[in-house]
Every structure is written in C-alpha cells, then in structure tokens.
Nanobody
Framework: QVRFVESGGDLVQPGGSLSLSCLVS????????LAWYRQSPGKQRELVAA???????WYEHFVKGRFIISRDNLKNMVFLQMNSLEIEDTAIYYC????????????WGQGTRVTVSS
C-alpha cells in the first residue's frame, strides 16, 4: 500500500550534479527510515544513503562526501542531492524504506535512471 515515485534522473557529464526526489504515499502508519538504493547493470541493488525521521543520515562509503540525503516529513518526500558524479554512479535509483536494518516495502517503485557519461 505504500507507494514510491522517484524522479529527477537524467543524463549528466562526469563531475556534474543531479537532484533526485521521491514522493511517498499510501498507507503510512508512522515514521520510518527512508533510503535511496541503486542498481547498476550486472550488480545487485545496493543501499547508498539513508535518513531517519529525526534527520540522522548514513552514506555508503563511495558516495560519502558527494551525496546528501534529506527529507521533508510534512510533504512525505525524500531527496538525494548528488554532486561530483562519476561514471560508476550510473544506475537506476530507487526510494524505499531502509537503513538501520529497516526492510524495504514491496512493491518497489519504477526508479529513476541516472546516466553519467561524457
């Protein structure tokens, strides 16, 4: 019943920036950690950043210092500001519950595609 709609993905050059947004809707019974995941060709979907309802954040090692996760609890949205993008950041990015051992909800959203290429 919880739905995730991601947006903001685009084709960008290495070193560029993108801002991703995710709208969370449906049956939400309380606050829980939200996260951004990504999946690249040939790889498993991985957790890249997470944020608790109070604002505490966590980042995967390879994006730390480049990405910033934030959330607006009143708007039920979570954001990911991506800076200094690298070719390896190319992936489909998904929003879902996550971080601190919080399992994701099913089904997943469609995600938003980020392509970093020159």
């Amino acid at each position: 019943q919880v739905r995730f709609v991601e947006s903001g993905g685009d084709l960008v050059q290495p070193g560029g920036s993108l801002s991703l947004s995710c709208l969370v809707s449906g049956s939400i019974f309380g606050m829980y950690p939200l996260a951004w995941y990504r999946q690249s060709p040939g790889k498993q979907r991985e957790l890249v950043a997470a944020i608790r309802s109070g604002g505490t954040s966590w980042y995967e090692h390879f994006v730390k210092g480049r990405f910033i996760i934030s959330r607006d609890n009143l708007k039920n949205m979570v954001f990911l500001q991506m800076n200094s993008l690298e070719i390896e950041d190319t992936a489909i990015y998904y929003c879902n519950r996550g971080g601190w051992s919080a399992p994701p909800f099913a089904p997943w959203g469609q995600g938003t595609r980020v392509t970093v290429s020159s």
